[in-house]
């Protein structure tokens, strides 16, 4: 089972980019799956997360700016970020919690990170 994820890249402040995370494998269901970032010198932060039913859940500096999706059937989730700023700069990782296929419990899955760079 792995995480994919895409979407990455350099853009100035105010605009938008859209990062794509797709889970594959041997999978039986998919909990809660969130968007994390990491910031050179700072510690990982739960920026946004969705529940299978769809509640979502938004770190205070990205509310109103930044939105989470997923699509259960294509085992995907997304986050789209609009007005960008500088401080939104880091590595961002999808995650997902995952039951495999034959097995009673949930595991934490993580995709490899993309770099998202915001210039002023």
């Known amino acids: 089972v792995q995480l994919q994820a895409s979407g990455g890249g350099l853009v100035q402040a105010g605009r938008s980019l859209r990062l794509s995370c797709a889970a594959s494998g041997s999978i039986f269901s998919i909990s809660t799956m969130s968007w994390y970032r990491q910031a050179p010198g700072k510690q990982r932060e739960l920026v946004a997360s969705?529940?299978?039913?769809?509640?979502?859940n938004y770190e205070d500096s990205v509310k109103g700016r930044f939105t989470i999706s997923r699509d259960n059937a294509k085992r995907l989730v997304a986050l789209q970020m609009n007005s960008l700023k500088p401080e939104d700069t880091a590595v961002y990782f999808c995650y997902a919690a995952i039951l495999h296929v034959g097995s009673t419990w949930f595991d934490d899955i993580w995709g490899q990170g993309t770099q998202v760079t915001v210039s002023s």
């Open positions: 969705i529940t299978k039913s769809g509640s979502t």
